[in-house]
């Protein structure tokens, strides 16, 4: 059964840019083909950036937070928008659930829901305007009589956004930048605009003051000029390590704040009381989601060496049972990659696991009766070296490497021995034990027997998986400077 409706981008203004609080033309006729991915046919045409386009939305932004009135507005005052832009949001879940799959391939269904839950992020840092501790008292050492501590904005804000959960990552940059006093050039993925377009369009809405909320599409070129610019105070980046790196140091040059949210390689530690069954089927139904197109997926599968075998086998099973197809159908499990050198991507990375003699236990090819799409099937290898490529490298696609351990300490050993440090879990009916491992584990995240990240609560990671968080009060405070100041009396109506 199809849900497949109107295959149109229900968005308008595709073919300028939003700026200063205005739709404006791009200074080129430079365009960008957004592919749907299930079907290999032109979804939209959006315009392209270049140098001009991105000044002109980098200068807005910087005079409204030199000019503009946001960042004079009380947190209440700015609340108020954050809620109202909540509001929209709600109501143009329909449309995200319809842009989303078009872009990057995640079932219908599974947009939908995360659709929902979106106005809940602009909710909850609209209420920090009231719960946060916006000023503190302080006792001064080093003389007068008064000292506060008052958390101001961080200035202009860089966000840029990758492909594969736009809307949500949006939020999660977006709103504490608000709701700090920021503003805000927001650089869309080429792949996935649509977000950007469908919030710049909720943005003028609400009426947010112009300049406080810009949006544009660019490539890596250009994007790097957001990266440069002296007038960006900081740069919030979702994306992968090797270009998290590149940004860092152009950061570093010129001593711009910046948040990374890169890569990883996460492991899930299979202790040996845990139900292989169950592991395999927790294991094989979270890898489906967005078709393995998430930084934070449990892919490397760490066993102790006794019952490797029973647990591929199981893998091998619920995983090869996974069916592939179409996005919008309702009995589909996993939909395709988001675009062809995805594809293409990780074929090359399955070629390289059996190159260097992984056993690949099932899929490894494109589903036979798929002859369009970038679709891929879902693979599990065994006997995987823990130095070998597909277990050191981020793939980005459904495959699960699973690696022998000698015991306990030999496994955590094997999930820390990584680059990266993103998220883990650990597989045990034994809560306590289960405690005890996660300890010993180096990752921003450690859930148990589940595949978990919890933005709410904060999400990040160590090692080259990143830098700072992103959800919760920890995701505020990289919008925000501390400014310490020392007066020489108390102000009246300060108690």
């Not at 308008?12 to 290999?40: H, K, N």
Request: hydrophobic residues 40%; glycine residues 10%; negative net charge.
């Amino acid at each position: 059964m199809s849900v497949t409706s109107d295959t149109r981008a229900p968005l308008r203004g595709l073919d300028r840019f939003f700026i200063g609080g205005e739709w404006v033309q791009p200074s080129t006729d430079a365009t960008i083909d957004v592919i749907e991915p299930a079907t290999e046919e032109l979804f939209f045409r959006i315009a392209e950036a270049r140098e001009a386009d991105m000044d002109r939305a980098v200068t807005a932004a910087k005079d409204a937070f030199d000019n503009g009135p946001w960042p004079r507005m009380s947190h209440a005052e700015r609340a108020g928008y954050l809620r109202a832009i909540a509001a929209k949001i709600a109501e143009r879940t329909d449309d995200i659930g319809q842009i989303w799959p078009r872009e990057s391939g995640i079932l219908f269904k599974a947009a939908a829901a995360g659709a929902k839950g979106i106005p809940g992020v602009y909710e909850y840092y609209a209420g920090l305007a009231e719960t946060y501790p916006w000023a503190e008292r302080a006792v001064p050492t080093a003389g007068g009589e008064f000292a506060q501590i008052v958390k101001e904005p961080v200035g202009v804000v860089g966000a840029i956004i990758p492909w594969n959960a736009p809307i949500s990552l949006i939020a999660y940059k977006v709103a504490p930048a608000l709701i700090a006093g920021c503003t805000v050039v927001l650089k869309n993925s080429p792949e996935a605009p649509g977000a950007g377009y469908l919030m710049a369009e909720i943005a003028e809405e609400v009426g947010l003051p112009p300049g406080v909320f810009n949006t544009v599409t660019a490539d890596r070129e250009v994007s790097e000029l957001l990266v440069r610019d002296p007038r960006v105070d900081k740069i919030a980046f979702t994306g992968s390590t090797v270009a998290g790196r590149r940004i860092a140091s152009i950061c570093g040059e010129r001593i711009a704040r910046c948040t990374l949210e890169l890569g990883g390689k996460s492991a899930a530690v299979i202790l040996d009381d845990m139900d292989l069954g169950k592991a395999a089927s927790i294991l094989s139904g979270a890898e489906c989601f967005l078709s393995g197109q998430v930084c934070s997926s449990l892919t490397r599968i760490v066993v102790s060496r006794s019952r490797h075998d029973e647990l591929v086998e199981a893998l091998a099973s619920t995983f090869s049972q996974v069916r592939v197809g179409d996005p919008f159908d309702s009995d589909t499990q996993m939909g395709p990659l988001a675009m062809q050198r995805q594809r293409d991507r990780v074929e090359g990375y399955i070629a390289k696991g059996v190159e260097e003699g992984a056993k690949l236990v099932t899929g490894g090819g494109r589903p036979k009766d798929l002859d369009r799409g970038w679709y891929i099937e879902p693979t599990v290898f065994a006997n995987v070296d823990n130095h070998s490529t597909i277990a050191r490298e981020e793939i980005f696609g459904p495959v699960l490497s699973v690696i022998a351990a000698d015991d306990e300490a030999d496994a955590v050993r094997v999930a820390n021995d990584t680059i990266y440090g993103l998220n883990a879990s650990v597989f045990t009916p034994d809560v306590e034990r289960a405690r005890a491992v996660a300890r010993r584990l180096r990752s921003g995240t450690v859930g148990h027997n589940a595949f978990r990240t919890d933005f709410g609560v904060g999400f990040g990671g160590f090692k080259q998986s990143g830098l700072g968080r992103e959800g919760g009060e920890e995701g505020l405070r990289s919008y925000i400077e501390n400014k310490s100041m020392i007066l020489n009396e108390v102000p009246a109506g300060v108690s």
